[in-house]
């Protein structure tokens, strides 16, 4: 078996969990770090497109146990905010500051925060224009936020999420594809311009579809405020 369908099941139907049901199971065998090939990808990736950190307001956004957030505060931000709607997940991040709310709903004021780090969670939201409209609605003017997650080719292609759940049996955890149409759209409705996109494929297969899309957007005083 190679590492990709380790981490994803392409074809073979999978019970499809909710969000909150699945990382309540995954949580304690979910390290804070880069730990499968995609996630190795996706972090070269974002890194591709970070702005400077030190010194920032930075928000990890469904930080899970924290990957994105204790990057951050090793790079000099100078306060990490992690945001997530599983206790589970918040639970087993060593993040100092931790919230636990949807990415709909941020409990934090209007413009608090510079840099949004929202890593691998966006398709399990279905409704883009909701969670890129709180996006900008946290961000402060110039700020950025980087999107990333598995690539909606790949998606289209069959593939779900996987994990194993607590009772040994492989679950996928549900997800929503988003197009790039559908990004360049909600994008303009919530006042964000689409700054950078990468889309790396495997690094040993370079001729295959991508594996990671990332997005980078500023919040940007020209366009319409939502
Ligand atoms: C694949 S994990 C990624 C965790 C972390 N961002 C990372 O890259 O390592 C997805 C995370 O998104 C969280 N999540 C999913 N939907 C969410 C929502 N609507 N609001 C907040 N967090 C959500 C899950 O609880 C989970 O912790």
Redesign the pocket.
Known sequence: MNTLSKIFTFFRKQSTLP??QA?QQWAAN?P?TAHNLL?QV?HTAMLNLMPEVKERRVL??????G??GQWASTQGANIVIG????VA?LNHSALIYRVL????AIPLPSASIDIIL????VG??QTLKDVLTEVSRVLSIGGVALI?DFHPALAWQGAQ?TFQGQDGKTYAVEHYVHRYADWFAASQAAGLRITGVEEPHRPDQPHTAPIVFVLRLEKDSAMMNP
């Open positions: 969000s909150v990382y979910y804070a996630m996706e990890d956004l469904a930080s899970g146990t990957r994105w945001c997530d709607n599983s997940m709310a949807t990415v709909t929202y890593g691998l969670a399990h939201s990333s999420r």
